[in-house]
């Protein structure tokens, strides 16, 4: 398959934050899945059977912790690798005949006490193909802290996963990590083609940072950036429509195919032409910037530069004071070495 549509479906996320418990919020989640089976179906009517990707925005099942703690997160609304959640959006998946991508806040039974905000791909099979733990948060553990561990168990092909499908690379990118270049290059040198941003975001027109990011990481890497936001939180206690609008899908070229604006949408879909990507980066001159990259001359700088520590959570969970102190830290170090 060298062309075929893909969809950054607007969807709202019904936060479990309100939820009395673990049973309650597990409700939540099902009618979420079961309102978005109906969603992606009525969407792919409408835009054809050639729609064979569907990408979610991030927290669509749960919202995210808000005065919650580690504990408190993980027994209301982590979901576990091989649980029903997975069971379920991998049928809708299968009934639709598409690869389908979201975020999730996930267990790992390797970290005990701790939680994984996780992008993931699943294919029309049903199957998890892609599992990508976001890097870079403020208040959620990651891989990098508890990085010599992770490293044990899943290598770097864990740290930076693409999935190479019928329909292309696939690699994921979360939220704010659309402002990390580094992310994006590291799964581009693995061959990523096509970014599934899953986000929910304040959505601050062309001018924003996260929207010149966005098009900054499809011009750098030569890739598709399919961008889903969210619709607006409910019932989180945040105004709902502070993170609404904006999901788009942009070229390899920087070029956006297909944007909305606020409120739930399928009106960002987009044709991804993998052939046409694949001859311009196999085409010599001064555009193909992938290949002209010397990547050698920055090892160094990047092996010698030390910022955020890992390895911060190996000693099991910590209270956000643990991330705002440990920040604190680098920012005193880096002015002390009259870095910043």
């Known amino acids: 398959m060298t062309a075929y549509r893909a969809l950054a479906l607007q969807t709202t996320c019904h936060a479990v934050n309100g939820a009395r418990d ?33 990408v979610l925005p991030e927290y669509f099942l749960t919202g995210f912790p808000v005065r919650e703690g580690f504990a408190e997160w993980s027994d209301k609304a982590c979901i576990e690798a091989d649980g029903p959640e997975y069971a379920a959006l991998g049928r809708i998946a299968s009934e639709c005949g598409i690869f389908l991508a979201g975020n999730a806040y996930e267990l790992d039974r390797h970290f005990p006490g701790l939680y994984f905000q996780t992008c993931f791909v699943i294919a029309p099979s049903g199957e ?120 788009k899908i942009i070229d390899y070229r920087g070029l956006i195919l297909a944007e909305t604006a606020q409120g739930e949408s399928m009106a960002a879909f987009a044709e991804i032409d993998l052939d046409a990507l694949r001859r311009a980066r196999r085409r010599p001159g001064l555009m193909n910037l992938l290949s002209r990259q010397r990547f050698d001359l920055y090892a160094e700088s990047y092996t010698r530069a030390r910022f955020y520590p890992p390895n911060t959570l190996l000693d099991g969970a910590k209270g956000r004071e643990h991330f705002w102190r440990t920040q604190q830290e680098v920012i005193a170090r880096l002015e002390e070495q009259g870095m910043i």
Not at 29 to 49: K, V
Not at 135 to 153: C, G, K, Q, W
Not at 189 to 199: D, K, N, P, S
Request: glycine share 8%; aromatic share 8%.
């Open 22 to 54: 673990r049973v309650e919020a597990r409700a939540i989640m099902r009618e979420t899945i079961s309102r978005l089976a109906q969603q992606i179906a009525a969407s792919i009517a409408f835009i054809g059977r050639d729609c064979r990707l569907v």
């Open 128 to 247: 998890v193909i892609l599992r990508y733990r976001r890097l870079n948060s403020m208040f959620a553990p990651t891989p990098h802290d508890v990085l010599d561990r992770y490293l044990e168990i899943y290598g770097w092909e864990g740290i930076f996963p693409v999935a190479r499908t019928e329909i292309g690379n696939l690699a994921a990118l979360a939220s704010e990590e659309i402002l990390y270049p580094e992310v994006a290059r590291c799964l581009a040198m693995r061959g990523a083609e096509i970014f599934l941003h899953m986000t929910s975001e304040v959505y601050g027109g062309p001018r924003a940072p996260k929207e010149a990011a966005k098009i900054a990481r499809a011009v750098e890497n030569m890739a598709y950036v399919i961008s889903a936001n969210s619709a607006g939180v409910i019932e989180a206690g945040l105004p709902a429509a502070s993170t609404d609008g904006g999901s």
